[in-house]
């Protein structure tokens, strides 16, 4: 007799007060047969038998005992990938949700930033810069913040989030860490088009006035 820790696939799943769970061996179980209730029973199958096992256990659970169950590896591989696949699906839409802010953020930050330098910009087409010159530095400035901003996350958001997975493994087994670039190649065009877009269309809505309107607005 020894006590041990009893595996999952034979475990009770549910606890009482003052009860005692026991693994027997099967001549044992046998000669108390009526002092003890059997449970669980463990089967150790061969890999090739494994599929032709399982059928004639799910059809016996279902058509000659329906109120005995039973746990095989791919009924449980069948549920672990179902926990897998809802964990995936709330995370792809927090982080598209994430992504989608994030964007919206970027170009509300170029707006209102184009807004603010009207008299900037003004002054510069004044002493000759052109329209063309104006909207490709304003273009440049754009991608320069997309590319700080990618630089940043590949690599300091790749270490917090190495740092946050690796905690959450020691609360969660099955969480494990993995270096992930498809999402940073997703979301960087679309940060590209929005660097290249808005200030465009924000500074085609500003030069609807002539620079001398717009020096004299700013002045105000």
């Known amino acids: 007799m020894a006590i041990v820790e009893i595996p999952a696939s034979m475990d009770l799943h549910r606890y009482k007060i003052n009860v005692c769970n026991a693994i027997l061996p099967l001549n044992q179980f046998q000669k108390e047969e009526g002092l003890c209730t059997c449970f669980a029973y463990s089967y150790r199958v061969e890999q090739e038998k494994q599929s032709a096992f399982e059928e004639a256990v799910k059809e016996y659970t279902e058509n000659v005992s329906t109120v005995m169950s039973y746990l095989s590896k791919n009924s449980l591989r069948r549920e672990f990938d179902g926990v897998v ?56 400035e754009g991608i320069s913040y997309v590319v700080t901003a990618g630089v940043l996350s590949l690599f300091l958001g790749s270490f917090l989030a190495r740092q946050l997975f690796t905690a959450l493994n020691n609360v969660i087994l099955f969480f494990q860490y993995r270096f992930q670039i498809l999402p940073f190649l997703i979301i960087l065009p679309l940060l590209l088009a929005a660097a290249i877009l808005a200030p465009l269309m924000a500074y085609r809505k500003t030069k609807r006035k002539s620079i001398v309107e717009r020096l004299r607005e700013t002045d105000f």
Do not use: P
């Open 85 to 140: 696949h809802v964990i995936a699906t709330i995370g792809i839409a927090l982080s598209a949700v994430i992504a989608l802010i994030g964007i919206l953020n970027f170009i509300n930050a170029v707006l209102t930033g184009i807004i603010a330098r009207k008299r900037e910009f003004a002054m510069l087409q004044s002493i000759g810069m052109t329209d063309r010159q104006l909207q490709t530095m304003l273009v440049y």
